[in-house]
């Protein structure tokens, strides 16, 4: 682009601006460059014995593992029992969490006397209890569904209190001044203002909860993936470890997937940042 | 904490909740520094007086304390903090080399956020508990699992929020930018870099937070020392006013290190003051 102005012709580079390339491609280059991966991997363990195949096994090993793992019972009830822990512990987190997110948002005493100390308990390394909670409640579930419940509470919690808190005043003050009751105040104004930040402080929360349930299964040991895979890698076989740890990627991209979906289907307005 | 200051909606206007929100900030800190005497009053009566909880698993305050100077005294925190200290800055420090350069060309490479961005996000997403066990058996029992879970844990969020400060550089500011002819490379450490910052920081503490999860969560699975082994050891032992203060050393060790992500910023980026927490 050429600019004449008063001092002279300007001369100015036009933008450099990407070359708009279609998701499709995207997709297929990101494939790609997973496969080109996977057959340097290949290569280097089971071709070149670059590395030794006991320390990391080659892909097509980690592959037959993981069809062994997804035929064996053992498996499967393990997960069950982890998933178990982990939704009836990150249940009772979002219920505490959103209802006394709520209170906290909506009283400014509750708020200026209890806050501070929820947001210390928010960022201190509350894995460092769970020893604890496994001397307290015992190797079976209770100990597990504890550590998800706190791990999992503080994101939930304060991430309400957040969104409660962005609803303006004046626009409660509007709805009261046409009737509205209460109960459709909270529902109408409140609820969905907040909502998209709950989702946000659950996604954190699924996270930590999954943490939690793994760490306890490392710690007192009785079921569980987590338990499952701790033992894979004392035996050393690393290619079912490999297996369970690539079922543990995939299980919590799901979960985070699936509240993404949750998210855009409830607060379509809220725009979509990955939260972490 | 922006909370402490938002008006927020009321539903009802409560005159505690008046007489609170007109309160100074020092005499908000007045109240709260009352309320943690009569909460640990109360929690040392319940526990340690009444013995309503068994103290065995939730001590007294008093137990606690005392707990802390078994520890200091003993040696216990001299031959295990280092340790934890060691892996922690050797981690950390890793993650930096390697999210800084990875997080700029993220941000600036539209190949790269569209090929690594997925397979990072993919392996962020998972809790780095997961990847322990794999850290375990390729390092040893030494301070190496320790190191790569730190690593693991501290490496996304500095790169992603590195990447995000980027792209979100205000577009016309890099415009005028070039109208009065600044080349690519000035452009870097004259416009992206001042934007970023406060990003980067953001990414840093996160990343504190994240790697003390990770190196207490290598620690207590399975370290022969460092301040995780020594909680596992007190626990098993039943002395839990000892793990307890050994926590508590450990949530003070975190605070301090975000305290310090947030003076260095304030010192190396001070036009970053008063944004965002």
Avoid: C
């Avoid at chain 1, 670059?50 to 069809?67: D, H, K, M």
């Avoid at chain 2, 927020?8 to 900030?25: D, E, F, H, K, Q």
């Avoid at chain 2, 322990?132 to 029992?141: H, I, S, T, V």
Wanted: no cysteine; proline share 6%.
């Amino acid at each position: 682009m050429t600019i004449s102005s008063a001092t002279g012709i300007i001369h100015i580079d036009p933008d450099r601006r990407p070359i708009k390339t279609s998701n499709t491609t995207w997709r297929i280059r990101l494939t790609l460059v997973i496969l080109a991966f996977l057959l340097i991997w290949q290569a280097a363990v089971a071709w070149f014995k670059l590395i030794p195949s006991n320390f990391l096994p080659a892909p097509t090993e980690v592959s037959v593992a993981f069809g062994e793992l997804v035929v064996n019972p053992n498996f499967w009830s393990a997960l069950a029992f982890s998933l178990g822990n982990m939704a009836v512990g990150l249940a009772m987190a979002i219920g505490v969490g959103v209802f006394v997110g709520i209170a906290l948002g909506l009283s400014p005493a509750l708020r200026i006397t209890v806050a501070p100390f929820l947001w210390l308990l928010y960022s201190t390394p509350k894995v460092a209890l769970a020893p604890i909670f496994i001397l307290a409640l015992g190797l079976g579930s209770a100990s597990k569904i504890g550590l998800v419940f706190l791990l999992a509470v503080f994101p939930v919690l304060l991430n309400t209190m957040e969104g409660t808190l962005t609803v303006s005043p004046s626009l409660v003050n509007a709805a009261r001044v046409y009737g509205a009751s209460r109960f459709s105040v909270g529902w109408k104004i409140i609820a969905p203002a907040t909502l998209p930040f709950s989702l946000v402080g659950i996604q954190r929360a699924v996270a930590l909860g999954f943490t939690g349930e793994i760490l306890g299964e490392f710690l007192g040991g009785a079921g569980g993936i987590g338990h499952m895979l701790e033992y894979a890698a004392y035996k050393f076989l690393m290619d079912e470890a490999l297996a369970i740890v690539f079922v543990m990627v995939i299980v919590s991209n799901l979960s985070l997937g699936l509240i993404s979906i949750v998210r855009r289907k409830l607060a379509p307005w809220d725009t979509d940042q990955k939260g972490m | 904490m922006t909370s402490f200051l938002a008006t927020g909606p009321s539903l009802g206007g409560s005159r505690v909740g008046a007489w609170l929100a007109g309160l100074s900030l020092r005499s908000r800190i007045l109240l709260i520094s009352a309320e943690v005497v009569v909460m640990l009053a109360l929690w040392q009566l319940v526990v340690g007086v009444f013995r309503w909880i068994n103290p065995v698993f939730v001590p007294a305050p008093l137990s606690i304390f005392s707990g802390l100077g078994d520890i200091l005294s003993s040696g216990a925190v001299a031959a295990n903090a280092p340790a934890s200290l060691q892996a922690w800055v050797v981690g950390f420090g890793l993650a930096l080399v390697i999210a800084i350069p990875l997080g700029l060309l993220l941000g600036v490479s539209l190949p790269v956020d569209r090929i690594v961005g997925p397979i990072a996000w993919a392996i962020y997403a998972t809790p780095s508990v997961a990847y322990q066990p794999l850290a375990k058996a390729w390092f040893g029992f030494g301070i190496g699992p320790v190191v790569f879970l730190v690593l693991v844990s501290a490496v996304f969020p500095i790169m992603f929020n590195l990447a995000a400060g980027i792209r979100t550089t205000n577009t016309s500011i890099i415009s005028a930018a070039k109208v009065y002819g600044a080349s690519k490379f000035r452009l870097y450490p004259a416009i992206y870099l001042p934007s970023t910052v406060p990003f980067l920081f953001a990414g840093l503490r996160q990343g504190v937070v994240l790697a003390t999860i990770g190196m207490m969560v290598a620690e207590l699975s399975g370290a022969a020392v460092g301040m995780g082994a020594l909680i596992i050891r007190s626990t098993n032992t039943y002395q839990v006013g000892q793990a307890f203060a050994a926590i508590m050393l450990v949530v003070i060790f975190t605070i301090s290190m975000v305290q310090v992500t947030t003076l260095v910023e304030r010192w190396v980026a001070p036009w970053t003051r008063g944004a965002g927490k």
